[in-house]
């Protein structure tokens, strides 16, 4: 042997010396098996790499209806999956309105001789419309690692089918205990919808897509609300059970629908890619789109440049949210959801109690609940073309902004001492009612909708599942206190406030818009893989819009 040092041993053959002949000084003292090999890595990396390159470049060129075209049953799954949060809304504002429903309140209050009427007294107001979230919170930690290991739709179609039995403790509960315990039990699978409906939205979609795909959570949201506020504006004079038993029937009607459509549904390509499987990840994005006109290697290529600049040997766990750039990425995404609860959104979950506490009939409280659901929606549907034209953190930043502008004009209305039964106090119920209403819609065109685009894309791709469901269940931890203090706030038998509790959400509201100033980078049109270098590189969040990377970077 003339250097033992520069030996290698093959299995099971005999050690071979190379010492130092002319192959190995030719190749810089590497054997000529280990350079041939070596080539040939490099060479399949350089050639997915130049896939990769050549996918990323198309969705960058893409236009919004561009997109549409390439990707119809991409914008079309993505519907399906956004259709499932319409179950939450609709029980969320179903809860809202039953507390302000006379034969619920019949049946499960309490007579107030002040007010001369039944009334849900404050901590069963509060324990109702806090049941579903409690379940929702345990259902995000969840969703998480059962997304991770079976995929997003058959998590999915897990949660539909244990919704429909949970749908019917709710029916034939008899006490205000049981609907609590029925609650928290249907809130199980709603906390796996919303986890997973927006990270599956944005990895199934091109990169303009993005933004309409996941802002459709908002529009169901409305939906949902729409069809609640119709239900009980139609039982709303009617005496007897059938008044609330009916609304809550009409949960079945989406359940299994649903699960038919997400069982046909494709799996989320990152999500394969993800877990190796390329040649199932590359018929997944050939049912996303054209094939005619999609090259899904290509686009598999892309997806894999991602998942290996994230590559780790352990699985996906809780304890990785809180480390490195991964940290930031999570409080971001927790942030942005937790300040949904601080900046007047309750206003809109509680509308028709909140119009009635500001002086307005109840006749006219559920057509005004009516009328807001339905302005939701139509504004949803208007920032699509905002999200177009301008970056998620200028429409977050600049709506924020108004939106704590009006909750402070709201509590001066409320401010403004007036007798009771006088033109002045009919004017300053009127005022109040006009300001819960704009606030419940303009929150629905802004901070809301671009709120579900920045959800959707922050997280690392191989985190996904687990950053969403955490920052949901931020969400609900700050949800439930916000739930006990508004309804105490409004109730007659509590802090009785009306219109007042707009200093409370201007001041909470306030401090999320200073936040968000400071830490909220801008996404818009950028890649996954643009999006884990600005990151990696720790870009300050008001730098990111002037930052340009080489579409050849990988760090």
Known sequence: ?????????????????????????????????????????????????????????????????EAVREYPMASFWAFVMSFTIIMESYDVFLIGNFVALP?????????????????????????????????????????????????????????????????????????????????????LPWGIFIANAPAYCSEIVPIKLRAPATQMLQMFWAIGSIIVGAVTY????????????????????FPTPLAILIFCAPESPWWLVRKGRLQEAAHSVGRLGRRSRLNPSETVAMMRRVVELEKSEKEPSHIELFKGTDLYRTLIVCGVYLAQNLTGNLIANQAVYFFEQAGVSVNTAFAL??????????????????????????????????????????????????????????????????????ISVLFTLGPAPASWVIIGETSAIRLRPLTTGMGRASYYIVEIPCIFLGSYMLNPTGGNLGGKCGYVWGATGFLCLVTAYFYLPEMKGLSYREIDIMFKRKVPARKWKETTLDIQDDE
Do not use: C
Request: hydrophobic share 50%; net charge neutral.
């Open 234 to 253: 139609r039982y709303n004079g009617v005496n007897g059970p059938s008044a609330y038993k009916i609304p809550i029937a009409l949960q079945w009607m």
């Open 369 to 438: 609940g009516l009328i807001t659901s339905a302005l939701q929606m139509i504004f949803v549907m208007l920032s699509w073309i905002l999200t177009t034209y301008f970056g998620r953190r200028t429409i977050y930043l600049w709506g924020s902004a108004f939106n704590t502008f009006l909750l402070v004009m709201l509590g001066v209305a409320a401010s403004v001492p007036v007798t009771k039964g006088t033109p002045a106090a009919t004017a300053s119920s009127l005022a109040q009612a006009s300001l819960g209403l704009i």
């Open 103 to 187: 034969a619920f309140k019949a049946k499960y209050g309490v007579w107030d001789a002040g007010i001369q009427e039944f009334v849900i007294v404050t901590k069963w107001q509060s324990a109702l419309q806090v049941s579903g979230q409690l379940g929702a919170l345990i259902g995000v930690f969840l969703a998480g690692p059962l997304t991770s290991r079976i995929g997003y739709r058959w998590a999915t179609l897990t949660g539909l089918m244990l919704l429909n039995v949970f749908i019917f403790a709710f029916y034939f509960a008899g006490s205000l205990p049981v609907i609590f315990v029925a609650q928290l039990l249907e809130g």
């Open 1 to 65: 042997m003339n250097n033992p040092v520069d030996s290698k041993s093959y299995g099971d053959s005999p050690e071979v010396s190379y010492g130092n002949s002319p192959e190995v000084e030719a190749t810089g003292g590497i054997s000529p098996v280990d350079h041939a090999y070596d080539l040939d890595e490099k060479a399949k990396i350089a050639d997915y790499k130049a896939d990769a390159v050549e996918a990323e470049n198309a969705e960058h060129k893409m236009g919004v209806l």
